[in-house]
């Protein structure tokens, strides 16, 4: 909750226009879909770069993947893309996924530690990992990050254009009350006092 608080409070600040910082969440939003996990935030602002966004709401954006939405996330897009790229459909959970994730990562720090030391550097599950977990997830989290990211620019930029509208009023009659208490004050001052 306080996360989610943090990232509505951010974006609330955020001094672009409306449209900047819709496709600024969009990226950021489409990049949750990706497995690219580490460079999310990185992915997210190039990709608002590119798209003339906002580029901390794009970081912020990356919020819509979190651990309520990654088994979800992983598992339809795993799916989804083995299903696109004609791979005998195997029924991979979430926990399957972030299992094979860990083992990748294990094998490439593993044959990292190989480079200085005596052991063997193998390859071969690492190669098994890409070609049936991280390239399935990568196709099969385009169309929905696509799909997601559409959604959130088209539901985020009105009402960041009304919160927008509805703060410059409430900053403007702010201060046409300060101007009004200001010249009460001087005036006030400017009386001649009765003696």
């Not at 979430?94 to 994730?101: K, L, N």
């Not at 083992?103 to 030391?117: D, V």
């Not at 929905?144 to 509208?165: C, D, E, H, N």
Request: glycine letters at 8%.
């Amino acid at each position: 909750m306080r996360a989610g608080q943090y990232v509505v409070h951010r974006l609330r600040r955020l001094p672009d226009p409306a449209h900047k910082i819709s496709r600024g969440i969009a990226a950021g939003v489409f990049v949750s879909f990706t497995p690219l996990f580490g460079f999310h935030f990185v992915t997210a602002a190039a990709i608002a770069w590119m798209m003339r966004g906002n580029i901390l709401a794009a970081v912020l954006g990356t919020f819509a993947g979190n651990p309520l939405t990654f088994p979800l996330i992983a598992t339809a897009s795993v799916r989804l893309g083995s299903w696109m790229l004609g791979e005998a459909s195997a029924e991979l959970s979430h926990p399957s996924v972030v299992a094979a994730f860990s083992y990748a990562s294990l094998e490439i720090w593993s044959n990292l530690k190989a480079i200085f030391t005596a052991d063997p550097v193998q390859w071969h599950r690492l190669s098994q990992f890409f070609d049936h977990v991280f390239l399935p997830y990568l196709v099969g989290g385009i169309i929905p990050g696509v799909i997601a990211g559409l959604a959130a620019y088209f539901a985020s930029r009105p009402l960041i254009t009304a919160y927008q509208k509805s703060r410059i009023k409430r900053l403007k009659r702010n201060f046409e009350k300060r101007r009004a208490a200001i010249e009460a004050a001087k005036l006030k001052v400017e009386e001649p006092s009765v003696g």
